[in-house]
């Protein structure tokens, strides 16, 4: 894809996985790790990317060209110019890492959720808006006891090390080849579609480093040496698991993607059953290698799913939002139980969620069009 934002670069996708191996997405620049945001600078903000070097022989050239051929009024052609209109229009004209900005800032000011030092057991998303404010999601912190519990999964997924180790290795940042593969997507023709998902996953994880700050819950290896990460574990806390939160978002997100554009996938409930797969692989990945107990993938799942939908209500302007809630239990993670758990409280309460326009508004449509 040469670059997106140059963009990022969609082909080294920093740790963001290398999308450059599937059909040369690029490098969608360098997010890190996926559970740990990389390098949040404005220029390269979130794995976006940022402006290319410029080199110094380039600067020389340029200047001394600069006084072989200007030699004309500069006042002369500027006189009649006239200056943009400020609004949407001029998103095509940014870098990616720009709009990724405006994407991040747009969200997070609609967002609260509960100060650290109060309710430490608990932690709750809530999304302002016009007619009020709405509750996306309630974490509740699990008993130490429970962690130390759930130290018997991880020991047993250690033997699946060396049949994962390729994923694992692969999956550090946004694993962006793993969920476009499933779609047919590529970066000649999907740019704005592999923007979404990065923006996407840069809002979850927001969300994930707020709630593991509340929680501040340890690692894994803190507990139990033996474990062994084959890895190195990343300088934050455990619950929840950042990965689960933003695979799941993503694949929520490219799910209503797929929904939406019936016409162009042959059968979209095979692809959101794919998309959700992949996701829970991606999760249960990180347990496998020593990261996160399978407690933290559960509550990163329904974090990320339930932020996925507020995004969704945002890109398209309404949408039902349902109070979605975690209460830990000691069980291992999977698909199937997580679809059960989401299932039980999907004939709750929900509240209508309104937005008029934004950049995730002009980035859906974008994303949109390259799929008709």
Known sequence: MGSIGSIGGIGSIGSIGSIGSIGGLGSIGSIGSIGSIGGLSVAGLGGFGGDAPVSGAMAAGLTSSLYAVSDLDPVAAASSAQQMTPGAANLDRYAVWVR???????????????????SPDKWTLRCRQASGEARVVTLRKPPMSMFVSQLRFMRDYRDQRADRAVEILTQPGMPADY??????????????????????????????????????????????????????????????????????????????????????????????????????????????????????????????????????????????????????????????????????????????????????????????????
């Open 100 to 118: 990724a900005s405006l994407y991040v800032s747009d969200v997070l000011r609609d967002l609260d959720w509960t100060p650290l030092g109060q």
């Open 179 to 372: 969920f476009a593969c499933i779609l047919g997507l590529t970066g000649a023709r999907h740019a704005h579609v592999l923007e979404l998902m990065l923006a996407t996953q840069v809002l979850a994880a927001h969300a994930a480093m707020i709630a593991k700050h509340h929680f501040a819950c340890r690692r894994p290896d803190t507990l139990d040496p033996t474990l062994m990460p084959m890895i190195p574990t990343p300088g934050h806390n455990a619950y929840p698991s950042a990965h689960a939160a933003e695979a799941f978002a993503v694949a929520t997100m490219l799910s209503q993607l797929v929904a939406d554009r019936a016409g162009w996938f042959p059968d979209p409930a095979r692809a959101a059953t794919l998309l959700r797969r992949q996701a829970e692989r991606i999760a249960v990945n990180r347990t496998v290698a020593g990261m996160h107990y399978p407690v933290d993938s559960w509550a990163g799942a329904m974090l990320g799913q339930a932020v996925a939908r507020m995004l969704i209500a945002r890109c398209k302007g309404s949408g039902e939002l349902r109070a979605w809630t975690y209460d830990p239990q000691d069980v291992d993670f999977s698909l199937e139980r997580l679809e059960e758990a989401w299932a039980a409280q999907s004939g709750g309460a929900a509240t209508q969620l309104s937005f008029s326009g934004g950049p995730l508004a002009w980035l859906w449509t974008k994303a949109s069009e390259e799929l008709s």
